[in-house]
């Protein structure tokens, strides 16, 4: 957030005077912090692994998705993309990189995720 910052009033301040640039500046600062502030809320930090399907935690403790796995994707090791579908509403996309999760989980994940786009 600092670095985007400052490279804003780095643009902004030979073109407007820094005095006329510190105000927008000021204001990309707020909308960042604003924006860093929500990912961090809405980042998942638990995964319970349920037999019909998966729920996926905040850290606040708030359900952030739960649903059956209804398609998946796969790059190599690294990455895995899963489609959570719920009883009533639309799917959800759920990304988990490898390294964020223990290797036991991240293959048991990957083995829920071919199953369930195959059926």
Known sequence: VVTATLAVFACLAPHLGAWQAVPLTLAVWAWLALCALRYERTRPVALKIG?????????T??????GRIAGCSQWSGRLLILALMPEQGRSRTLLLAAD???APIFRELAVLGRRGAGA
């Open 61 to 66: 403790g708030a359900l952030l998705a739960q």
């Open 100 to 102: 964020a999760l223990p």
């Open 51 to 59: 037999p019909d399907g998966l729920s996926v935690w905040g850290r």
